[in-house]
Structure formats: C-alpha cells, structure tokens
C-alpha cells in the first residue's frame, strides 16, 4: 500500500498539485499508514527523488521547487504535531535574505525543504544586516547561517556575505558557524560564493537540504 | 601594435590591441558591440566569439563552466574573458556556416517542428547570426527613424512664439527614443529609435546601478553613453533634416529612475538602498551648459528631465498616462508599460494606483536563447491551423526571421498550452525527452528550453502579480475596466486573447477598449514639450498618483506564485 501512496504523492508534487498531494497523504493516513511513516518514507524520498531529476536535467521550474517544498512543509509540520515522540533534529539554521534585499520568495522555499528535512529553521525576515546573522545564530546556537540574495549588488556587496565572513572571523566563531548563500547571482556565477567568502551554496531549496545537513555534520564532527 | 582583425558577417576590419583591455572592451570601442547581461563579468555567455587564429590567454574558469568542450576546442570563446597581447582573428559569427539550414529534422509540412530531442552541438539556443547587435554594429547606421505607425497618437497645439525646434526624449533602459518638432507649426519631422548603449554595462537597471557605484569613472562612462547616445539620435536628424540643431529651444526627457538618475549624474548611488525606494529622487542635471553643449542645441535652451513619480516609478509612466488620457475621465482603466521593469497604473476614477514590478528583460527577448526585442527580422506573431496543427508565423519586416520577439513568445507559449504540448506549471508534456523545443523557419532554426520557458513565467507572474495587487487594493473587478492600455515595443504587436490565456492580462469584459499605446511614453513626452504649463500637466497627474511599493507587500508573494502557472488569471484569487 506504501508503494502506492509513494507514487501517487510524487506523480501529484510532479504535476505542482497541491491539494491533490493532500488528498493522497490525508486518504493515506485514514487508511492506517503512520505519520512518521509519511514523513521518512514519502515525503522526504520525494524531495531526494526531485533532488535525482534536478541534477539529472536541469529540468524542474520555479513552480515545481516551490510547490514541492510548500507541500512538503505542510504535510510535515501536520505529520509532526501527530508523531508518538518528537523526532530527532538535524541541526539548527539561521536564514535570512542580505541586508539591502527583499526578495523573500528564494529563502521561503528553501525553509520549506529544511523543515521536512528535520532541520530547525530561525527566519530572520528579510533586509537583515549582517550583525544580526552572527548575533542570532550564536543566541540560538546554530551551526549555520543562511543567506538568500537575488540581486547582484546584495549578492556581491559589502554588508552581505563579505561582512558576515568578517564578523565570524573576528569573534572566532568560524569553526562553529558556516555559512552558505544562495539566490539568483550564484546560481549565474558558480564561483561567486567562494569570492565573497562563503563556504556553500546551493542552486535550489531540495539541493539547499542537503548541502546544510552535510555542513551540520562538519560542525558537529 | 599587435592588431586584432575581426571578421563580422564577412566583412573584415583590423583594429590595434592595447594590452590589458579584454576583446570585448576592445571591440566595443571599435564600436562592435556584443551582446551581454552581465556587463563583462564572464557569466551571461552571450559575448561568444570564435578565435580564427592567434594566441591568447588560455580559457578562464567562467569560460570552461559555460562553453562545451567541443566548442573550446573549435576556438569558441567568451570575449570578456579573452585579453589577448598578440596579433589574433576572430570572426563574430560563431556557428559554422554548414550548421545554418541543413536539418534533418525539419517536417516540411510544418512551419515550425517541435522536436524535444536534445541535440547537443545546438545546446547554445543562440540564433544564427544575433550575436552582435545589428543597429550597434558600426558607427553609422545606429538609429533607425519610426515608422509612422510606430507613434503613439499625440494631441499639441502649435507654439507660434516658441523657438524653431524641440526635441522629446524617452530614455528606455533598452532602446532610446527620439523625437524632434517644428514648434511653431506643430508638426513632427523626424524620430529615431537605437539600442541605449549602457547594455554594454548589463541589461538591468541594478547591474548598471552597481557597475555606477563601482568607480567615479564607470559612472561617467555610464552618463556619457546615454548622453552621447541622444546626442548622436539629434546628429542624425539634423543631418538627414537639414535641421540647425541651435535652434533648439527645448529638450524635454522621461525615464525610469534610474536612467534619469544616472543620465542626470546625480543620486544614481541612492538607489541601491531600500529605504529610498518610496521617496522621489532629484534627477535633475547640475550641468545643463555641459549637455547643452553636447548635444549642440541653443545656448538658451531649457533641458527638463521629467522628474520620477517615486522609487524606480519613473516619469515614462507619467507620460504614458498623459498620452493614453488614462485618469481623464470616469472610465476606469489600466494600464501596462512591459519592460524589464515593468510598469503599471491602475485608474480607479478617483485615484491611480502605480507600481513597478520587476520581471526581467524575457519580454523583451532578454535571457531568453531565441529571443530578440521587437525590432525587424523578429517573429512578432505565432498561429496555429486548428486542423492541420501547422504553425504561421509573421516577422517584423517581412524578412528572414533572426529570433522572436515577447509577442511571439507569448503566441508560442498559448499555443502549446491549447494543444497540450506544454502544461501549465511550464513544464513539457514529454519532460522526461530533455524539454526542449525546437523552432524550424525556412533557414532559421531556434530552440526554446524549460530554463527559457521558466523565464517567461517568472516575468509573467511578475507582471501578473502586481497588476492583480492593485486591482485588488482598488477593490477592482477587472469586468469592470472599460479600458486596457498596453505600452511599450512588446504590447503594440500582443495578441490580447493569448496574453490572457496564458494570464499576462486579466479577462476583461468583452465590449472592454484595449489600446495598443506603443511608443506611448515617447507620446506623453511630446504632450509634455507642447505643454504651456508643464509643472501644472505634471502636478495633476502626479498628484493623483499613488505609489504601491511591491517589495514590501505580503500579498504579494502569494499572488507571484500563483500566478507562475501559465493559466488565465484567476479572480477572486
Ligand atoms: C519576484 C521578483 C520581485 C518581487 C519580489 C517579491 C518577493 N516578496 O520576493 C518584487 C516585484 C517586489 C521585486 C522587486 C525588485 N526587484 Co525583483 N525580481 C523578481 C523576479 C521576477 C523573481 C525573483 C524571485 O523571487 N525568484 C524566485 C527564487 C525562488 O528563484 P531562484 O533564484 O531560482 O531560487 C532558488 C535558488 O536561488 C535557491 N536559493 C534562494 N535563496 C537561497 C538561500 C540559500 C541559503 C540557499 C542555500 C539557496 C537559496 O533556492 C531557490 C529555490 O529553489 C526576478 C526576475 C526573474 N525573472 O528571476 C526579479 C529580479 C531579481 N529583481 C530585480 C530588481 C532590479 C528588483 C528591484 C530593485 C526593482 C524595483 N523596481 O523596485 C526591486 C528590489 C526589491 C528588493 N529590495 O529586494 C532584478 C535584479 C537585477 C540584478 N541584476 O541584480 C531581477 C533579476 C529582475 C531583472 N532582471 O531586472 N522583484
Ligand atoms: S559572458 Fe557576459 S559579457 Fe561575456
């Protein structure tokens, strides 16, 4: 029956229909199957399958990223609230989009994919100066930070990525905190991470999940 | 002096190297003028060229990352990323000849075939010969007089005490277009339309914001381009018109923010800030004798950058309004100027609701391999035989198709939809084939990608969005608009029933006016010159004005997401 659910859930986020993916889950749990089940054995195989076919043909559009992990989020915050016992987080992220951007579309999906990923997400909200990032994500003790910029000038600028570098430098926290950024300019220029100091990025939210968890583990290494 | 000789669409010109500048700086200045987005930062791959002979620096990183190695190894390269010190040749053509026309899978009983077999030595997706900008490419010949019913219908009276001439200016962040009048008769005697040369420095207003912000003297270069580029429109007009450019009296300019900001010199750097983005930035030139000079025009004469509404809502949205009557009487009306940054105005009888919703150059051809502005030699129009499924294109001029234009895209994307070919999350119904479609005509053979189609639908929704947040915020039904506006080069050819289909435009009620406005902005500008009292014309219209600033609206978010999907909009969303 697992099977089933499997291929209906992928064939409905495929085809970016949300409530048809809801239906598929919600019959799914009226018929027996556990929560923790949907979340471990569908939901994240469907990201990790999307994951398959982004890097096997470029091919999945903005619509299918954001659908994919607006409904992966929300059948697994509802599966959660129904698990027996909590289950075991990854990790903890702090994300925000660079000061001087407001773009907020790019970090929403990728929240989407970490918290179905069992990755605690902090939102910073957009336009957040780059003290803010260090301070928080050392009150919260997270292992990394996340920023999200789309513009060119916040992407390359000087109060983004590049300052956060500096601040984690200076107050010695660099083996403690990583960092990975993300957004349209570094999707365009596949260096420009490295040039402003970052020690990730990631093309898409699905990826993003999986680049941060391996980044967690360092940390914790 | 080592020389470069380049060989662009056969004809050969040497030009001397300096050290130290890369090809494409070398080359812009010998006014070849190669496509870009980036500005020359190595990462659009538009700046192709192909090495004939010659030694240079070996490819760079960016180079590897975006030219497939068999190219490489044909002596593709990027040439914002070439510096060569040595005598070197390259040809600006960078497909071999023996690729243009021979096709085997052309089905000949279909003007265009859809193929979604992925053929790797055609993975670029750029037309055969685009890869220089054609009105750029020499030092004459960059301006090309409108055609008479490229112009917007204007109402002036003459001036009989005026001075002999005026000049309109509208400063696109893509094409720049002149005008200039007989004052005294009223009458129009020429206008040209070219390329802004700033693309040199990206095709955005940010990148080109940013590359200002860089270095006092990129910022010059930046205000010189625009200003020499006006001046050489005048020039050739003179030229052709017999027309003593001293006796122009009066030189009326609008644009976005931005390319007044950085035509005018001044606070471009403040737009790179947030917090500016609901204030009006002083555009106006602290140097008037200096353009006055440049351009040649009377030592007298009053030069009036129209100044912008607020944020990047420039003052072309103004003159769009003043040339369309938009807020003139009870009819509510909207109306959208298409561009990278595109505009919008929404008139509710009582107040206008603007906003600029930035959706990216696709409209425009920009980003997109096949894609072209809507200039001659570009498929403007797509249709398909019910019956037979055969395509008809239209391309603008008549000639041989050398890409398409945001009309035909949007054509294109319609007819796919209606036949089932393509889904409307975007994606191909074959996605598993690669996702490609390939577009045969006559010689011309294009592609179209899912990463092509993805642009399309983000500058959609982008549109879409803000068109359906300001309805909204008037408590609008679009039912109740009794007129559509569509400005700029992209709506004076759109099919309005496929732009709804795919839901760039609301569905209207049926016996709703749409006006093609095309150069409407260029229009309002003219109104603007013949004004007797500018300030006044202005006051009014601004002061009904009201700007909505998207990057701070919630709702907003939610409607661009739904509105990704290529469906008629949806209403109540
Ligand atoms: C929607 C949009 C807007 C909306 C934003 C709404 C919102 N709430 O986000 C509005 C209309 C408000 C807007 C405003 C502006 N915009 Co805008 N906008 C866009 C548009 C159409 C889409 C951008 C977007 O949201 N993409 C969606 C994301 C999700 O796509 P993505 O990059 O594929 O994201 C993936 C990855 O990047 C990755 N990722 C993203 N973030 C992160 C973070 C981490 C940590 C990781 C690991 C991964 C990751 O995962 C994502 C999901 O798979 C683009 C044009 C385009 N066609 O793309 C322009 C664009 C980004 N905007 C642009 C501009 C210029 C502006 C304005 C300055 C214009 C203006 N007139 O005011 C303002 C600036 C606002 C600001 N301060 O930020 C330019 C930027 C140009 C440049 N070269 O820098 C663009 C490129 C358009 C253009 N060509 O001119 N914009
Ligand atoms: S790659 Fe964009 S200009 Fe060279």
Redesign the pocket.
């Known amino acids: 029956m697992l099977e089933d659910v499997i291929t209906a859930y992928n064939e409905a986020v495929f085809d970016t229909d949300r409530e048809r993916a809801l239906k598929v889950i919600h019959d799914a749990v009226d018929r027996g199957v556990s929560p923790e089940d949907v979340v471990f054995k569908v939901v994240i195989p469907a990201i990790e399958q999307m994951i398959k076919s982004i890097s096997e043909s470029f091919d999945a559009n ?1 619509a299918q ?1 954001f659908m994919t992990s607006q409904i992966a989020a929300e059948v697994t915050e509802e599966m959660l609230a129904r698990f027996r016992k909590a289950p075991e987080v990854v990790g903890h992220i702090v ?1 925000g989009t660079a000061q ?8 929403r ?2 929240i989407g994919c970490l918290k179905s990923l069992m990755i605690d997400v902090t939102d910073l909200g957009v336009n957040v100066p780059p003290e803010k990032f260090v301070d928080e994500a050392v009150a919260r003790n997270a292992q990394v930070i ?3 910029a ?4 916040t992407a390359r600028g000087e109060n983004g990525c590049i300052m956060v570098r500096e601040l984690l430098r200076k107050r010695g926290l660099e083996d403690r905190i990583k960092i ?8 365009y220029d596949l260096e420009l991470y490295k040039t402003v100091g970052a020690d990730a ?6 990826t ?1 999940g999986r ?2 968890a391996g980044l967690i583990k360092e940390v914790r290494r | 002096m080592p020389v470069l000789r380049v060989n662009q669409a056969g004809v050969e010109r040497s030009i001397s190297l300096t050290p130290g500048l890369s090809l494409r700086e070398t080359l812009h200045r010998a006014n070849v003028h190669l496509r870009s987005t980036c500005g020359g930062a190595g990462v659009c791959g538009r700046c192709r060229v192909l090495i004939t002979y010659g030694r240079t620096n070996a490819p760079t990183a960016r180079e590897t990352a975006r030219i497939s190695p068999d190219d490489l190894a044909r002596g593709v390269r990027l040439a914002c990323q070439v510096r060569p010190e040595h005598d070197i040749g390259i040809n600006t053509q960078v497909r071999p000849e023996h690729d243009i026309g021979i096709n085997t899978q052309v089905r000949p009983e279909h003007d265009i075939g859809i193929n979604t077999q992925v053929r790797p030595e055609h993975d670029i997706g750029i037309t055969v010969q685009a890869d220089v900008y054609p009105s750029l490419s020499g030092p004459a010949g960059h301006w090309r007089s409108l055609a008479d019913d490229e112009y917007a219908p204007v109402d002036i009276s003459p001036m009989p005490d005026a001075p002999p001439y005026g000049a309109a200016v509208d400063i696109g962040s893509t094409q720049i277009r002149v005008s200039i009048w007989d004052m005294r008769s009223g009458r129009r005697i020429a206008g040209r339309i070219g390329l802004n040369p700033q693309s040199y420095f ?1 095709a ?4 080109r914001l940013a590359a200002a912000a860089e270095s006092p003297d990129n910022a010059r270069l930046i205000r010189m381009a625009a200003r020499e580029a006006v001046g050489e429109a005048l020039q050739d007009m003179a030229q052709a018109h017999g027309l003593n450019l001293r006796e122009v009296g009066q030189v009326v300019i609008v644009g976005n923010t931005a390319m007044l900001a950085l035509l005018s010199g001044r606070n471009h750097g403040l737009l790179l800030n ?1 917090d500016n ?1 609901e204030r009006t930035i002083d555009c106006s030139p602290d140097d008037t004798p200096a353009l006055r000079e440049l351009w040649g025009v009377a030592e007298s004469a009053i030069i009036d950058i129209v100044q912008p509404v607020a ?2 809502v420039g003052s072309d949205l103004l003159a769009d309004i003043i040339a369309t009557k938009l807020a003139e009487g009870p009819d509510s009306a909207l109306l959208i100027d298409f561009g ?2 595109s505009e919008i105005a929404l008139w509710d009888g009582r107040e206008i609701l603007v906003a ?7 409209f425009e051809g920009g980003g997109i391999g096949c894609g072209m502005p809507a200039e001659p030699g570009a498929i403007f129009r797509v249709e398909q035989d019910e019956a037979s499924g055969a395509f008809h294109h239209e391309t603008i001029g008549g000639g041989e198709p050398e890409g398409i234009c945001g009309s035909g895209l949007v054509d294109i994307l319609a007819c796919l939809i209606r036949s089932g070919e393509l889904r409307e999350n975007g994606k191909f119904l074959h996605h598993h084939a690669g996702g490609r479609l390939q577009i045969v005509i006559g010689r011309t053979d294009m592609v179209l990608t899912t990463q092509d189609i993805d ?1 399309l639908q ?2 959609k ?2 549109i879409a969005a ?1 068109t359906t947040r300001l309805m909204k915020l008037a408590g609008m039904h679009p039912e109740k608009l009794r007129r559509v506006c569509v400005c700029g080069a992209f709506g004076r050819y759109l099919d309005v029933r496929n732009a709804q289909f795919i839901g760039l435009l609301p569905g209207i009620a049926d016996d709703t006016r749409v006006e093609h406005g095309g150069n409407s902005a260029l229009a309002g500008c003219e109104a603007l010159l013949f004004a007797s009292d500018r300030a006044a014309v202005l006051r009014s219209v601004a002061g009904k004005a009201n700007h909505y600033n ?2 701070t609206d919630t709702d ?2 939610e409607l ?1 997401i739904d509105s990704l999907f290529l469906r008629p909009m949806r209403w109540p969303m």
């Open positions: 903005l990223h994300i001087g951007d407001l773009h907020s579309l790019g970090k999906i990728v996340g920023i999200s789309m513009m060119v000038h990975i950024v993300g957004g349209a300019p570094y999707r990025s990631a093309d898409d939210g699905i993003a680049v941060i | 990206g955005d207003i940010l990148t947030p983005w944020g990047f990278t940054n600029s919703t930035a959706g990216g150059p696709a642009a983000r500058a929704a982008a803000a998207m990057s907003f978010e661009f």
